[in-house]
DNA sequence: ATTAATGATACCATAATTGTATCATTTGTC
DNA sequence: GACAAATGATACAATTATGGTATCATTAAT
């Protein structure tokens, strides 16, 4: 049970040190190196946050990515949406059988009541607030 | 990402129908009948919840499950953890490459915190207080 | 023209979770 | 005592999510 996976992880750090290049291009490879991290699956992943307007690409020789919005205006929540899809806790109780009791609905008030709070303890984090 | 895994959900649901018999017997093949839960898996919980003393299991013809403490003194956290394993959050960030610049502990203290607080609310749910 | 980069995409590997199968043992019932 | 109905133990299979690799096409600087 992780709230944060691997490609999110890798996405942060990525994204912390193209942060502080401010505007400078930053390729795969040199994040690769630098964040000892597989390049190819790196590359996957920057690939993903040029898609969804996290970064822009520049292609060629020189070229790389750079941040496409500012730090204070990326949430650590939209990478996890990218990587580990809409954030719910309460996934797959209870689902199908419709709570035949609706006893264990308190649990899953309980549950909602948690996710809330996640979520605005999350919403509560931007890029920049991990710069310094 | 979901807080609770199917195992989890299928244990606490069969939990409840078994505290709901006050001491009587249950067998796997009633409850996966009622619960409409796959009956090899469902054994197989079962005895999870039998070998660490959830559950007492009577063997032979007329046999099965009943309830080895008080519902209040079944957490819920306890299922979870047999099921699921220790309960963090924070797995996987940051922690062998340890933590280069210390900004991104920013997350890590935020995730923490989230964790405490998610403890603390699971804690407080007990196998009797889904029952009603 | 060459080289160093990304775009797109298909594929593979690993691990966790979910689920099945089987043989051995126990116990109530006839 | 034989039989049937239950669990104990345990190995195995299937599915899914995640992590990771590979490759060919395209772009742009030198």
Redesign the interface.
Known sequence: ??????ST?YA??AL?FIAKYKGKIVSVSELALKL?VPQPFLRKILQALNGKGILTSLKGQGGGFTLAKEPAKIF?TDIMRIF??T????????QK?ACP?K??C??RK??T??ER??LR??N??TLE????
């Not at 954030?87 to 209870?94: A, G, I, K, V």
């Not at 607030?129 to 310094?132: F, I």
């Open positions: 049970m992780k709230l944060i996976t691997r992880d942060l750090r912390c000892r650590i580990q899809g954030l719910r806790l309460n996934e797959c109780f209870l059988l009791h006893k264990t308190l649990l309980k549950i009541g948690i709070y996640v303890e999350l509560s984090i607030s991990l710069l310094e």
